[in-house]
């Protein structure tokens, strides 16, 4: 045998033992890769749909709540026989209709059992009462169930028999002041349309599901497995999330994450994931808890499907063709084309799962991870846009729910708490400047009367046509508020006892002189206190009420000044 055979020979055994190291190493690396790539991308997936599910959930709940809240419901639900009650309350309900996403919404009353429904078609005008919920009936007991658990929120899928709907229900129990409940009310999504938006958004690879806090499957592409009415399904009956798996240990693994995540579901968005078996085909599973809702959502991702093993094997020519130019071109081609872009994408994936969208400069080889890290790049900008815009969202209803917090509805005037918090800052500043402040306080008189004789719709007219006249005849920079029933409040500042005593002089005579014209005359009884510094509310608001009360003593329509010297001024007809 030749030199030359022998040379050519080892030659060929040396590339072929290379050859198969670097194809050992490949399977190793690419696989390694991926599935480092896949937890990431998965924790990211999982955000980003459980982002999706709240951003459309999160606005119905709220005005769901706010509909349970709601007096003039509150009021019928206690007393739901009284027609002029029952007609309001289907106004309320109407003006709520308009707002939600579905444009329907349900109340149902627990002394009476009556259902009421109305959809987006107005099918249903002037007849919203569509039944009475039945506790022997088994498609009623969810109503009873949640009454008895004294659940204030909660979400379940469930088919409506009489109505012959199936939608996703946002339930709210409505409770009085006292705290007993009086029903629930909420609004429905239609399952289809919320499935195709939000769960079966066809990207190739990536299967989303929402289970509720006992993992039965609420939200699914396949209807079949979903486990509707699942609050009054015992234990055992349900259509849970190991359905979806056959080896035993992927079901442990799946309901040991759920568990995991609800020993510490306290909002920190920790998300828990694995690898599993689904149909046969090896997928990585993440998991989040999501408090707003109570529920968990899984993501499954088939790896081989979003990043086919197949697409870096021209990574194998690239080994083989270094190693047969040089051991050291191949050291710089592995260096600059895989290592360095793979090390700055794990880079900024850890950068991007810590919050940090100040993404450093990602090297983009022309190849598989080039392409990659534009994808990376593009989700990243997606992510980051979507979560300025539920940043800018939960801000903007923080702020609406802050000033509406503070504002009489009736009047548009500023209510008790607003006042209160005025009254603070003002008591800090007159004793910061040493300056006194005005405090006035009026009642309407004998306003229960006018309700009785004339219904709650003529007071409440009253009450604005007051608030009108109130700010009419106040300084732009004073602040006018509703106390609470026929009670207002006007703060004063700057003020000394000849403005005090002008401008509630000034309110009276204008109320008395207005109302006449209004053909419904009415008088207000005013109390008025200078406030001077150092003194606290509770002392600002004990003088106030007391010079009002001598107001009242003395006939009505009259206006009190208590001054710092504790004398009393009384003038008025």
């Known amino acids: 045998m030749s030199l030359r055979i022998r040379i050519l020979g080892l030659a060929a055994v040396l590339i072929i033992l290379a050859a198969s190291a670097s194809w050992l190493a490949y399977r190793e690396l690419s696989e390694d890769i991926i599935e480092r790539w896949g937890q990431q991308v998965a924790e990211i997936q999982v955000r980003y749909d459980s982002a999706r599910l709240l951003q459309s959930l999160e606005r119905e709940i709220g005005l769901a709540r706010q509909m349970a809240s709601s007096s003039t419901l509150i009021q019928w639900a206690q007393s739901p026989d009284d027609p002029a009650l029952k007609a309001d309350a289907i106004r309320q309900m109407e003006s709520f209709r308009s707002n939600f996403r579905d444009n329907s919404y349900f109340v149902a009353l627990r002394e009476n059992g009556a259902y009421y429904y109305n959809n987006a078609e107005n099918e249903f005008a002037g007849n919203q009462y569509r039944y009475t919920l039945d506790a022997d009936k088994p498609e009623d007991a969810w109503f009873f169930q949640l009454i008895d658990e004294g659940r204030d929120f909660h979400l379940n899928v469930n088919p409506d028999v009489e109505l012959g709907v199936t939608k996703l229900w946002i339930d709210v129990l409505m409770r009085n002041e006292q705290g007993e409940i009086l029903g629930m009310v909420g609004t429905g999504l239609n399952l289809d349309d919320f499935l195709q938006d939000i769960v079966d958004i066809g990207q190739e690879g990536i299967t989303t599901l929402f289970v509720d ?111 047969l130019i040089s051991l050291l071109l191949f050291h710089f081609i592995i260096q600059s084309r895989i290592l360095r872009p793979v090390l700055a994408l794990e880079d900024a994936t850890k950068r991007l799962r810590g919050g940090n969208f100040d993404l450093p400069y990602l090297p983009k080889p022309d190849n598989e991870i080039g392409r990659l890290v534009d ?78 004789q004339s219904g709650h719709q ?115 007809a």
């Open 213 to 323: 806090f006992n993992g039965a499957i609420q939200l699914y592409r396949d209807r079949n497995y979903i486990d509707f009415a699942s609050i009054i399904k015992p234990e055992g009956q349900k259509n849970t999330v190991d359905l979806l798996f056959e080896d035993p240990q992927d079901k442990q693994q799946i309901l040991g994450m759920l568990q995991m995540l609800k020993q510490r579901r306290d909002g920190t968005g920790a998300v828990e994931s694995g690898f599993v078996t689904v149909d046969g085909r090896k997928h990585l599973a993440g998991v989040a808890f999501l408090p707003t809702i109570g529920w968990f959502e899984i993501t499954l991702l088939d790896l081989n499907t979003l990043i086919p093993t197949s697409h870096l094997w021209p990574l194998v020519a690239v080994f083989l063709a270094s190693l």
């Open 375 to 452: 994808h990376f790049e593009t989700m990243a900008k997606r992510v980051q846009l979507n979560t300025r815009d539920l940043e800018y969202q939960v801000a903007h209803r923080t702020e609406e729910l802050h000033r509406l917090a503070r504002i009489d509805a009736l009047t548009g005037l500023k209510n008790r708490r607003g006042l209160d918090e005025l009254l603070e800052e003002e008591i800090e500043r007159a004793r910061r400047d040493d300056e006194s402040f005005g405090l006035i306080w009026l009642d309407i008189d004998h306003f229960k009367a006018i309700n009785d």
């Open 458 to 572: 003529a007071g409440d007219e009253i009450l604005c046509r007051v608030a009108l006249w109130l700010k009419a005849n106040v300084r732009p920079y004073d602040h006018p508020g509703r106390w609470g029933g026929d009670e207002f409040v006007v703060l004063l500042s700057p003020c000394d006892t000849t403005v005090l005593e002008d401008i509630s002089n000034r309110i009276r005579l204008a109320v008395e002189q207005e109302s006449l014209k209004t053909g419904a005359p009415v008088t207000v009884s005013i109390g008025g206190h200078l406030c001077q510094p150092g003194e606290n509310s509770d002392t600002i608001l004990r003088q106030t009420d007391r010079a009002l009360y001598k107001a009242k003593e003395q006939g009505r329509n009259k206006v009190c000044i208590t001054r710092p010297d504790e004398t009393t001024v009384s003038s008025g």
